[in-house]
Nanobody
Framework: QVQLVESGGGLVQPGGSLRLSCAASGRTFTNYAVGWFRQAPGKEREFVASINYRGITTTYVDSMKDRFTISRDNAKNTAYLQMNNLTPEDTAVYYC?????????????????WGQGTQVFVSS
């Protein structure tokens, strides 16, 4: 079992930035790729970014790769999502997830463990 806890969400004005954190406990964090997903009200959960177990390889959805950066610190068992130049369309609950793979999956079904989510609200 891997337990994941997201933090760092909140209210931010358009153009602002947030850094989300995903703290892991349980099984060895370095065995897992980490992904970030988001779900806006009334919409399906969608892929945002993923990072491999070593933190070397990353994958982003094209529409966000210029504004969002995924990273991880295996010594701290924590992954991050830096989000810049936020817009109201980024308002969603953001989830981190862990997948036992050496790749950087984009599909929800590839992930074995999920956090409870952190709310991001972008509004003036």
């Amino acid at each position: 079992q891997v337990q994941l806890v997201e933090s760092g969400g909140g209210l931010v004005q358009p153009g602002g930035s947030l850094r989300l954190s995903c703290a892991a406990s349980g099984r060895t964090f370095t065995n897992y790729a980490v992904g970030w997903f988001r779900q806006a009200p009334g919409k399906e959960r969608e892929f945002v970014a993923s990072i491999n177990y070593r933190g070397i390889t990353t994958t982003y959805v094209d529409s966000m790769k210029d504004r969002f950066t995924i990273s991880r610190d295996n010594a701290k068992n924590t992954a991050y999502l830096q989000m810049n130049n936020l817009t109201p369309e980024d308002t969603a609950v953001y989830y981190c997830a862990a997948s036992m793979t050496t790749l950087t999956p984009t599909q929800l079904s590839r992930y074995d463990y999920w956090g409870q989510g952190t709310q991001v609200f972008v509004s003036s």
